[in-house]
């Protein structure tokens, strides 16, 4: 039987390595700003509160709310025409899915990034249709680590609190279990793993393969 009967991912970081795309949008934005560059590493690890959080990072506590606004329309427009230039599947991710679909899991997306430019992502990366729903920062008056996304998910797939699991790569994703009252899944290869640390989730993989094999079994047995 499996351990979970809803998985709700994560996507930057836990579904797709977005790190390039992120990295050359944030610095786009602050080319458009008037400012330099920053490293990857750097912009990358303002990723996971949404979009206008991580414009505000990327331009400084000196910036002003007129500034801020101008950089996010520049950066969502950037990233939203650059969202796959070099954005791909996490080794192992489209083999978990289809096998987590195969065994009847339902699944889903629960992202702080923009609803639409996720789907898009999804879609373009052929994975949309293995999820029952995604959700993104701009689908509820709260992003995550608020349970609203979690709620909702629950809700319309009719699934319970005690077999959800939430899977992502950062506290912000077992934050958001935690408050949502759901079990936790941590990837270590994301964006931002260093942070599971403080919030440690109820478990810990390398691997998408890895969470597969626990809900449903090894291959060849589940």
Known sequence: MNRVDLLVFDLDGTLIDSRRDLANAGNAARGHMGMPPLEDERVC???GN??????RRLLGAEATEAQVQ??????IEYYGEHKLDYTTLYPGVREAL?????????MAVLTNKPVRISRAILDGLGVGGHFRQVYGGNSFDFKKPHPIGIDTLIAECGASRERTMMV?????????????HVKSCGVTYGLQPETLEAVPPDLLVDRMEDLAEWVIGPVGRG
């Open 45 to 47: 690890s303002y990723v």
């Open 50 to 55: 949404g979009a206008p959080v991580l414009v």
């Open 98 to 106: 289809d096998r987590l679909r195969d065994a009847g899991v339902r």
């Open 168 to 180: 992502g790569d950062s506290s912000v994703d077992i934050q958001t279990a935690r408050n949502a």
């Open 70 to 75: 101008e950089a996010l329309e520049f950066f």
